[in-house]
């Protein structure tokens, strides 16, 4: 494969990662219900990357509108013409700090966004501009990964349609809870692209996470989690697992 004709590393991550259509249905239902079966018209995507979550929002029906917020100039540009034709998709350049307005139905911050704030002022800080950004009812959407798996080192490799998605946890600090992700893939033609994303995170715990966005202002805050039928809901405890993801559901 020339290299022209290989697809974006974008591209390559929505298929490896993301499940916009799906993330967009469950943003919908947790909405729902946390506001007693009244729909969200406007969802604000935070750190939103390919902004596939978003674009995929405003597809599922006609009244509804998105804001995604990416600071990365190249991937907004790649946002923008991959979803040019979404007309009620608004994409901004910016940290999400910077943006108070318009106030949202929905915030999402997906793919373990938040762990970019590796102090409790910075992400306690963010949670406050999100809570501020939410019309009355609102709700923020983060997800949380952790168990054993997420303080080991190593590799996992997973086949994908036409290319290979590796996800390796380079180093973890138990001090700081400081964690180096990679995400590498290697393309059907056998050209590998090493650290495609590189991850600098702190790994937030549960209780840390739910007791800072009750520090925020949120009134109620649940963990939502897959049940053993696959469905998504809110969960009083989770089985310990070596590896769980989980998203924290909040509401201003
Ligand atoms: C882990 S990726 C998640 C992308 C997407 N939300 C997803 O679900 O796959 C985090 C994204 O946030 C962006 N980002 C990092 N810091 C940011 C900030 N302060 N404001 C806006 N975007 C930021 C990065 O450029 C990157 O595209």
Redesign the pocket.
Known sequence: MSKAKRPHRLEI??HA??QPWA?AALLGRIYEAMNGGESAWLLR?????????AASWCESHPERQAMA????GP?LRWAQRRHAHIEDLHLVE?????IASPKVDLT??????T??YHDESALLGYLRHARKGLRPGGVFVMDVFGGPGAQRLGTQTRPADGFTYQWEQRAFDPITHRIDCRIHFTLGDGHTIRSA?R?DWRLWTLPELRGLLSKAGFGQVEVWSEAKNGRIGPAKRLPAAEDWVAYLVAKR
């Open positions: 991550y929505e990662v993301q993330e995507e935070d750190f939103a990357g390919t902004c596939s979550v917020v990416e600071l990365h991937t910016a940290d999400v700090m910077q999402a911050a997906l793919n373990f966004s762990f970019i994303f991850y």
